[in-house]
């Protein structure tokens, strides 16, 4: 059977913790379709045209690795695409207490799919793409919480 996890996610930007989540899933599962939420309800600093080609900037070469966008329910694109597995990473305790309502609510609606967490690893617990939003918003330099394939400056205009 062919395994195949959706992580989805804003990935405003993607960040050096969401890359070692999707290398180390990699050896679990046949493919990972990492697929960025179209939400227009939240205001995103990168367009989801720059995150969708950062992101296959980040996995190019990697056949295993689909980059997409969607909308609507996580679980229904999950249906469409014979996934039996939502992907998601865990920092801390305040994100397992979020991401534990997301599962058991999705799970609810779709018990045919698992979600399956991944503790992130310890170098990269504290960063978070709202804090790297802000470092950036506030003229920091914030490449070294990208992975070394995002310049970051081709999307920045600086
Ligand atoms: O990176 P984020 O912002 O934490 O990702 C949140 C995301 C995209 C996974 C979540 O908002 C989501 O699944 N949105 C799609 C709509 C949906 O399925 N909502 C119900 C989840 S219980």
């Given at each position: 059977?062919?395994k ?11 960040t ?11 050896p ?7 697929a ?19 992101i ?29 597995y ?7 305790a ?27 690893s310890?170098?990269?617990?504290p ?19 990208v992975?070394?394939?995002i ?8």
């Amino acid at each position: 059977m062919n395994k195949t996890a959706v992580f989805p996610g804003s990935f405003d930007p993607l960040t050096v913790g969401h890359e070692a989540l999707v290398r180390r899933a990699l050896p679990l599962f046949d493919k990972v379709i990492i697929a960025v939420g179209e939400n227009a309800e939240k205001s995103s600093l990168f367009s989801i045209e720059m995150r969708l080609k950062m992101i296959s900037k980040v996995f190019e070469g990697e056949e295993r690795v689909e980059v997409t966008r969607f909308s609507g329910l996580t679980v229904e694109f999950c249906r469409r695409h014979n996934a039996r597995y939502i992907l998601r990473g865990l920092r801390t305790a305040a994100d397992f207490e979020y991401e534990r309502a997301m599962g058991h609510m999705n799970w609810k609606m779709a018990p045919e799919i698992d979600t399956v967490f991944l503790l992130t690893s310890t170098e990269h617990t504290p960063v978070n793409s709202t804090i790297v939003r802000d470092i950036i918003k506030n003229g920091g330099d914030a490449s070294m919480f990208v992975p070394s394939a995002i310049n970051l400056s081709d999307y920045l205009g600086r």
